[in-house]
């Protein structure tokens, strides 16, 4: 059920089509080559997209750039090729292969999604009937619905908001209200544009056409609204304001937390503990860590896990969603009669299979005593 407003005359659907097809004919010869991807000239063949793979590349790309996502989606492409495969791989494998990527409960909805996936056999092929998938919420499912399965529905990105708010100068007075209430008015607007596509445009182009627009044209900072295809339509544009829109609600300033990581090590092996599954990091190999607190601990080493030869060895700083992090990083060394409740890992090990703030505080503490060596 199309959820835009409908198109007020015939004026605006004829312009809406010309639009199209310019977004049309530049993302045929512009349009990213990305390794999720199939481009429209495949389309043209025949080829369809994988919806796994559509699937997965959306889930990874999810808060981080597509840079850093690619070598990710290929490993997880070469060892995982079918989502049958991926749900029958073991959540160590997943979540070590899954560290570096950062909002590990992302990989716990991936692993209970492929597992629910497999257990229908395929993907539904609705919006609808994908947001019902652990972890697949509007976005993701409109995006996979419209990509996979040429659904007429609007996935709106950060880049294809800011194309359509340029597009119709839709900004706000820069609270959040406002800005939630100019976010409804470009998704109709978005949406708008799907429900107008002639029959021969598919909806899977036309998303992943404003998504590139974004990324490559009508960037942020400095749109290089000369090549864009759209400029004959841009509200923004004719008004010089470009950079104004979109006029988003201001942020917050993000808070800090401090804590303590006790990294302790017995020769070549490091201890590691698993997290509880739920909350943050749920289910990741981290190493022992205080509580994270607003203020820092008068006390730090109160929470150690021991009356171990505690070395203050460094500090390492992380930013999550809602707040930073400052660990303050303890290492001691214990023998091997030692008892201390978690599991001993190489140290290599035990690096490859932390998230990526827990993997930056025990390479310091495994790097910061052995420099104190040389
Ligand atoms: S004309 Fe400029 S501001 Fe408007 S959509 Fe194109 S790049 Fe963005």
Redesign the pocket.
């Known amino acids: 059920m199309p959820i835009g407003r409908p198109v007020p005359d015939f004026m605006a659907t004829h312009s809406l089509r010309k639009l199209l097809t310019a977004v049309d004919r530049w993302y045929r010869r512009q349009g990213r080559k990305l390794p999720w991807r199939i481009g429209p000239a495949e389309r043209d063949a025949g080829v369809t997209p994988d919806p796994y793979l559509v699937w997965l590349s959306e889930v990874m790309l999810q808060q981080t750039t597509i840079p850093h996502a690619t070598p990710y989606f290929e490993a997880f492409r070469i060892r995982w090729p079918t989502v049958h495969a991926l749900a029958a791989a073991s959540w160590d494998e997943v979540s070590a292969a899954w560290a570096g990527l950062g909002y590990y409960s992302r990989a716990r909805n991936l692993h209970a999604c492929a597992k629910a996936v497999a257990e229908r056999h395929a993907f539904p092929q609705t919006a609808e009937a994908l947001r019902a998938l652990p972890g697949i919420g509007p976005y993701t499912s409109a995006a996979i619905a419209s990509i996979a399965f040429d659904e007429r529905i609007a996935p709106v990105d950060g880049n294809i908001e800011?194309?359509v708010s340029?597009?119709h100068a839709i900004g706000s007075d820069g609270t959040e209200a406002g800005w939630r209430a100019a976010k409804q008015v470009i998704s109709a607007r978005a949406q708008e544009m799907a429900n107008a596509l002639p029959h021969d445009q598919r909806a899977g182009d036309l998303a992943q056409a404003l998504m590139d627009?974004?990324a490559t044209?009508?960037?942020p900072r400095g749109?290089?609204?000369a090549?864009?295809?759209?400029?004959d339509?841009?509200?923004?544009?004719k008004q010089g304001e470009?950079?104004r829109?979109p006029v988003k609600a201001e942020k917050k300033a993000t808070p800090t937390r401090h804590g303590s990581a006790f990294v302790i090590v017995r020769g070549p092996e490091v201890l590691l503990i698993r997290r509880p599954p739920s909350g943050l990091l749920g289910g990741m190999m981290m190493p022992l860590t205080s509580a994270w607190s607003e203020t820092k601990a008068d006390d730090p080493l109160a929470e150690a896990p021991g009356k171990f030869d505690w070395k203050l060895v460094g500090e390492v700083r992380h930013v999550f969603t809602h707040f930073a992090l400052k660990l303050d990083v303890y290492r001691a060394d214990v023998g091997v009669s030692t008892k201390v409740e978690g599991e001993w890992l190489k140290h290599d090990d035990a690096l490859a299979a932390l998230p990526t703030v827990g993997r930056k505080a025990v390479a310091l503490g495994l790097g910061g005593v052995n420099s104190r060596r040389n």
């Open positions: 800011r194309v340029r597009l627009l974004g044209v009508c960037t749109p290089n609204c090549m864009c295809p759209v400029w339509f841009c509200e923004a544009r470009q950079e829109y």
